[in-house]
Structure formats: structure tokens, C-alpha cells
């Protein structure tokens, strides 16, 4: 006719003092649901990343050491052709690293072709005539493209010498000094495709466009005319996006320059398609985000990130 209140823990005071003998222990209800377990959550960018990393695995495309944030000039404007009066290597543009401020480590020999042909051009080409700064070359800098590792890999691929075709793409943060807005921060991850084989075109390019962005859900492109400073021809890509239901802007894409790969010593035949888009961009459209600072900062609202679905990019 008494309620005991039945013992929960052990103790080791009850060990100690041997209660535990007359201790009535409440039985175990094997049936009881467990605390829920709170494991990590992937940041939505990092979802979408895996997705895309994915699609480059599936086309047999192999992923590039990205893993160095600070760069030289030299790999990340002059190896690409970039001219050194180029708006975009403005500290408007650019992030310079105050401390260490400049590089050591050029390869002498391909520093002196790539001041030749921005000075003098050669291989058909006319350069720029200018007088080419080793100083400016060395400045260290927040790299503003992962096509700085690109030209960095190209470069390994060259120097090989194997002649063999290559397939690479690079998933990471890039930064530029740009002005601050709504769907822009200094800070965003580059997406970055290349295909490097004897006498690739457009049509290539092209091809490969339509199997990559068809892998994201996106099978009506367009193609619009382009510059930038490392290829030649150029495109923006533009898809129709049935979940929004119009025409947008996923990137750019072109095929490098002779002025970028001949001084790697790749012979003319050796031919560079590649492309670009951002992470950013496709993250917002698939959570349905139109602030970049619900996605990333210290704004952000951890329980979204806890809680919002997979990622299924082409579903
Ligand atoms: O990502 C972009 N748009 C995009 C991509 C995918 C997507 O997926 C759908 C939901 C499923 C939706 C949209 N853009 C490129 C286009 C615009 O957002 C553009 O306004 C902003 N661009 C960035 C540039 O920022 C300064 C996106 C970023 C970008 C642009 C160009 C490149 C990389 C990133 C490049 C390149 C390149 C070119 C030639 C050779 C090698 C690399």
C-alpha cells in the first residue's frame, strides 16, 4: 500500500556503502524512444557543392588542389594574359596581401616567356607592347578566379609533356573587392570546368555545356558573344529555368588563349575548353533565397540551415 520511489541510477555511493543490495531499482523500459540525436547539418552551399562534385566525378572530370586562398599576380593575371594595366588587377578589384607582400616562387624559365609575350607576343600573336613588371608579377593577392589554379595545373600538365587529354574542375571560395549588395559579397566560391585535348572548338565547348547544365535540370541554353582577357572566342551561357520560368545567366566559358598556353610549352595542337559559373547563385535559386545574407554571415538563421531539404539539383 506504499509508493516507493524506485532507484533510477546506480551510484557509486551505493556501491561504496553496499545500499545497493537493498536498493528496489526501477526496471529498464526497453521500448522507450531515445533522445532524439542532434548530429551536424551540411550548409546548404556545402549540399549544393557536393552536387556538382558529383556531376564533374560522373563526366570523369577529376578535382583540382584548391587549397590556397593567397596567390601570386603571375598565376592569377599574368599567365593568363592578363595585361598588367588590367582594370580587374586594381586594388578596387583585387585584395592585396600587405604581409608577405610578394612571391618567390616563379619558375624562371616560364616568367621570362610570359614577360615575352606580353611584351613581344610571339606564336602568332602581338602581345601587348608594354614593358612587363616582374614587381607587379610578384604581388601576392586573395586570388579573384580558381582559373588561377587552372593555369597552375595546365602549366603541370605542360611541363609533363605527356601530350595525354585532361579533364579538371575546382569548387572554391575566390574573393574581389566589389561592392557589396544584396546578392554580392566580397567572398564567393567559383565553379570552374576545363577540358584540355588536341584540336578542341567551340562546338566542344558547346557540347559540353549541354551535358553539364542538362545534369542540372537546365536543357534549353543560349549562347551570347563574351570577352575575357584569357580566351578567345568567349560565351555567356544563358538557360531557360523552368522553376522560374525564364531565361537566366549561368556563367561564362571560352576557350583558353595561345598567349596562356604556348609559353607552358603545350604545342599549338593542345587546345583548352573551359568554363565558369558561381555557388552562390545556384544555392540561392534551389533554397529560394533572394538575400546572399540568409546564405552565408552571421546573420544566418541556423535552424534554415538545420532544417531545409536535400539538395537534388536535377530533379
Ligand atoms: O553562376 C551563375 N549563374 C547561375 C549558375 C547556375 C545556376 O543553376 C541553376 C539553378 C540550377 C543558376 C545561376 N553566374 C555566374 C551568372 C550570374 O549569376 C552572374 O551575374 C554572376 N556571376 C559571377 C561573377 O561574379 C563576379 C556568376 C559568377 C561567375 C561568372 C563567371 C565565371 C565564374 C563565376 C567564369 C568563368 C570562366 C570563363 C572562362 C574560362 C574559365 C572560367
Not at 607592347?129 to 603541370?156: C, D, F, G, P
Request: charged residues 25%; glycine residues 8%; neutral net charge.
Amino acid at each position: 500500500l506504499t509508493i516507493e520511489k524506485l532507484a533510477t541510477d546506480l551510484t557509486w555511493e551505493m556501491i561504496l556503502d553496499g545500499s545497493w543490495q537493498s536498493t528496489t531499482f526501477k526496471a529498464y523500459n526497453l521500448n522507450a524512444m531515445g533522445r532524439p540525436t542532434t548530429g551536424g547539418h551540411l550548409h546548404p552551399l556545402l549540399k549544393v557543392r557536393e552536387e556538382f562534385r558529383q556531376i564533374f566525378f560522373e563526366m570523369g572530370f577529376t578535382e583540382m588542389p584548391t587549397n590556397q586562398y593567397v596567390e601570386s599576380s603571375f598565376w592569377n593575371f599574368d599567365t593568363l594574359f592578363q595585361a598588367q594595366q588590367h582594370p580587374a588587377r586594381d586594388s578596387h578589384d583585387t585584395f592585396f596581401i600587405k604581409s608577405p607582400a610578394t612571391t618567390k616562387a616563379i619558375p624562371a624559365d616560364f616568367m621570362e616567356a610570359t614577360k615575352a609575350i606580353h611584351e613581344t607576343g610571339g606564336f602568332g600573336s602581338i602581345g601587348y607592347k608594354y614593358e612587363w613588371q616582374e614587381e607587379e608579377a610578384r604581388k601576392n593577392i586573395l586570388r579573384t578566379h580558381t582559373t588561377a589554379v587552372s593555369s597552375r595545373m595546365l602549366y603541370k600538365l605542360a611541363k609533363e609533356g605527356s601530350g595525354k587529354p585532361a579533364k579538371y574542375f575546382s569548387i572554391d571560395r575566390v574573393y574581389r573587392n566589389e561592392t557589396l549588395d544584396a546578392t554580392h559579397l566580397a567572398e564567393f566560391h567559383q565553379i570552374e570546368g576545363l577540358v584540355a585535348d588536341y584540336d578542341l572548338n567551340l562546338g566542344h565547348l558547346i557540347g559540353m555545356l549541354k551535358e553539364f547544365f542538362r545534369r542540372l535540370g537546365m536543357t534549353q541554353l543560349r549562347f551570347k558573344p563574351a570577352y575575357n582577357p584569357y580566351t578567345e572566342p568567349s560565351m555567356e551561357v544563358f538557360a531557360f529555368h523552368e522553376g522560374l520560368g525564364k531565361w537566366i545567366e549561368v556563367g561564362n566559358s571560352g576557350v583558353f588563349r595561345p598567349e596562356m598556353l604556348r609559353p607552358m610549352g603545350f604545342d599549338e595542337r593542345m587546345t583548352v575548353i573551359a568554363w565558369g559559373l558561381s555557388l552562390e547563385r545556384p544555392t540561392m535559386i534551389k533554397y529560394g533565397l533572394s538575400n546572399i545574407r540568409d546564405l552565408v554571415g552571421h546573420k544566418v538563421d541556423l535552424a534554415v540551415v538545420q532544417s531545409n531539404p536535400i539538395c537534388r539539383l536535377d530533379k
